[in-house]
């Protein structure tokens, strides 16, 4: 089987998709790859690192934008971080790929981004863990959510959303996690009453469905 990680910061893990910020040097010739700017590491000349970043998204590998986006607890001030996302979020927009979203305090910001722009790109939120009715909010919109190791706690918010979420937005991570991907398809798995294998299935067909680079 070929279980889709679609965020992690473990190097050259097979079927994964690595967040390449600060080790995009380090990558295998076949490794897939995010590249983008974390809000934690942003800083007042941000423009010029991504536009060292910018040309690496056109590599077959990069298949998204990403970690980027909003944090109140950490980073700088919130019109840097509006700005940063912003810019990133117009490439994967051009490229037709999805945007990775790294959001700490920050729904009321996604929100009112997506509400003033008219055309914004395919939005994956990494490692949901919010209430449902907060994750409901963001259906009318271009939002899918990844779940991680807090779906292996059954009464944890991403538990119970990932028990309605619908499931063409539905994608599987282990982030920074010591967990291996099996383990986090194997609980979604009990979790939505499908076989792993026909998750993988969902997982890959979801991918593809809201990106110009497609999985196999």
């Given at each position: ?93 051009t490229e037709e790929i999805p945007l990775i979203l790294h959001c700490v305090k920050g729904h009321d ?20 863990n919010l209430k449902t009715h907060l994750a409901e909010q963001l259906l009318p919109f271009s939002v ?28 599987l991570e282990t982030d920074n996690s010591e967990k291996e991907i099996d383990q986090i398809y194997q ?30």
């Amino acid at each position: 089987m070929k279980l889709f990680d679609i965020h992690t910061h473990r190097l050259n893990i097979p079927n994964s998709l690595f967040n390449a910020e600060r080790d995009i040097n380090s990558l295998s010739p076949n490794q897939y790859f995010s590249i983008g700017l974390h809000p934690w590491y942003l800083y007042d000349k941000w423009e010029e690192k991504w536009s060292e970043f910018r040309n690496y998204v056109t590599n077959q590998n990069c298949l998204a934008i990403g970690e980027v986006g909003f944090d109140r607890l950490r980073g700088p001030e919130l019109s840097i971080q509006n700005a940063a996302f912003e810019e990133q979020a117009n490439t994967a927009k051009t490229e037709e790929i999805p945007l990775i979203l790294h959001c700490v305090k920050g729904h009321d910001l996604l929100l009112e981004y997506l509400k003033n722009t008219s055309s914004h790109p395919q939005i994956i939120w990494h490692g949901w863990n919010l209430k449902t009715h907060l994750a409901e909010q963001l259906l009318p919109f271009s939002v899918n959510f990844s779940f991680g190791e807090k779906i292996l706690d059954s009464k944890s918010n991403a538990s119970q959303w990932l028990k309605n979420c619908p499931k063409e937005r539905i994608f599987l991570e282990t982030d920074n996690s010591e967990k291996e991907i099996d383990q986090i398809y194997q609980a979604a798995s009990l979790i939505l009453g499908l076989s792993v294998e026909d998750l993988e299935r969902q997982v890959i067909q979801n991918w593809n469905r809201i990106s110009s680079k497609k999985l196999k």
